[in-house]
């Protein structure tokens, strides 16, 4: 089954499900539905950072701040967060990531439900190659000086995401 093919829920601009389709059919016609961002942290408190594979269907070759994805038909934010962590990451036992805030993200690629999580990994990572096509930990300061240059394109639904998180004050310490 390709990405394209996979159910996804449609919800309203309450966040109700309405229905399900296939992704490929939401992300043609603009359907509302459901995305998780998961900030993953290093034992020193770095950000993972990575750039998306060109084969991506929505911001291809585009750099990341959090990993996620979308929630598939029938599935929780918290389930979905844990799931794509553990995914994208290439990870196994990774902890439940902690939910943080959610907002409904409108701009360019369409609109969806966008449930912001965090979670600490401490084990080695090992990025799924069909997803990730770079990736490094990044202290806080880089990743806002790498923003601020220009030079990377940022996926815009992460960028919305990291700086509402980094408007809602200092990230926690573990």
Same mark, same amino acid.
């Given at each position: ?12 601009? &309450? ?6 389709? =296939? ?18 942290? &290093? #034992?020193?408190?770095? $950000? ?7 084969? %991506? ?15 598939? #038909? ?5 389930? #979905? ?16 990531? %902690? ?27 090992? =990025? ?7 990736? #490094? ?9 790498? $923003? ?27």
């Amino acid at each position: 089954m390709s990405a394209a093919d996979e159910v996804l829920d449609v919800v309203d601009r &309450d966040d109700r499900v309405t229905g399900r389709a =296939p992704r490929g059919e939401v992300y043609a016609r603009g359907l509302l539905h459901r995305c998780v961002f998961v900030q993953a942290r &290093d #034992a020193e408190g770095r $950000i993972f950072v990575h750039r998306r594979t060109a084969s %991506k269907l929505v911001f291809p070759a585009y750099y990341d701040m959090f990993v996620g994805g979308v929630v598939g #038909a029938g599935e929780s934010y918290a389930r #979905a967060a844990l799931r794509e962590a553990g995914e994208e990451l290439g990870v196994r036992g990774l902890p439940q990531p %902690k939910p943080l805030f959610k907002f409904l993200y409108e701009g360019p690629g369409g609109a969806w439900w966008s449930y912001v999580h965090e979670v600490r990994c401490v084990l080695p990572v090992s =990025p799924q190659e069909s997803e990730v096509d770079w990736y #490094a930990f990044l202290t806080q300061e880089e990743l806002d000086r790498r $923003i601020g240059d220009g030079e990377w394109p940022w996926v815009p639904d992460g960028l919305e995401a990291y700086r509402r998180l980094r408007a809602s004050g200092p990230p926690p310490v573990d």
